[in-house]
């Protein structure tokens, strides 16, 4: 099948892999400190990126100590100050905790404001982001920075300025967003050099297994029982 979107999909990956080694290694091991702590892996992303946040969490193959922050707005208000300050006051972020932010401008005040929070309470931040993107633009945070600034750990996503990737003749925009998909293969890049350190230092990962497998239900119960009280929270 001729579809650039492949095409593009395969070219950004690919850069992913030439230039976020260090930085995927870098967040792996985050993750693994914070497990290896007692600690969790929690996740945000405002409007479409949620979808980042939710490669990470409560899913088959994926860690189980992991928590996604939903704001309930759903992003409405991502770009007024003040917001994600009101908001941290009901989020349960501890300073074991490794909190993953994914914006792909990087710009606004609410991710900004969970990460500057997050930070302040002795969590170690995670952001991924466009970085060339973000560059270009001026923050609408108080502090000037944008999200690659302010971040323990930044994941390039390296999509272009404004996320969609492709032209076509005779349509005077670019589309096909590509940022939901290069930040999934990171994050999932991330994941398994996580679980290698893990298995390095004699700890076992705590994945969930599929509930379409026989045992995985019952499996996952007794793996989310450990961790009942940091999960079923904000």
């Keep these: ?28 091991v985050c993750i693994a400190d914070t497990f290896t702590a007692g600690g ?7 409007g479409h990126s949620q979808s980042g946040a939710l490669e990470l969490c ?80 001026s923050s609408k945070h108080k502090s000037g920075k944008r999200l690659f600034e302010i971040a323990d750990v930044v994941i390039d996503n390296q ?3 404004g996320d969609a990737s492709i032209t076509l003749p005779g349509l005077d925009t670019a589309i096909c967003g590509m940022s939901s998909i290069t930040t999934a293969v990171a994050l999932q890049a991330v994941v398994l050099e996580a679980a290698k350190i893990l298995l ?16 995985g239900a019952e499996y996952n119960e007794a793996l989310l029982e450990k961790y009942f009280d940091r999960l079923y929270h904000i």
Excluded: W
């Design 40 to 46: 969790i892996l929690q996740a945000f992303g405002s």
């Design 200 to 215: 390095a230092r004699g700890e076992t990962p705590p994945f969930f297994k599929s509930q379409n497998i026989d045992g």
């Design 58 to 137: 409560h899913r088959a193959g994926g860690f189980v100590p992991t928590k996604a922050i939903r704001e309930p707005a759903n992003g409405n208000y991502e770009a007024v100050p003040g917001v994600g300050e009101i908001f941290m006051k009901k989020v349960d972020i501890q300073k074991n905790d490794v909190v993953f932010i994914i914006s792909n401008s990087g710009r606004n005040p609410l991710p900004l404001e969970i990460a500057c929070q997050a930070r302040e309470r002795g969590a170690k931040v995670v952001a991924v982001t466009s970085v060339s993107a973000s560059s270009k633009l």
């Design 1 to 28: 099948m001729n579809n650039e979107v492949f095409e593009k999909a395969a070219e950004l990956i690919g850069k992913e892999q030439e230039t976020q080694g260090e930085n995927i290694m870098a967040a792996a």
């Design 159 to 161: 999509v272009p300025d």
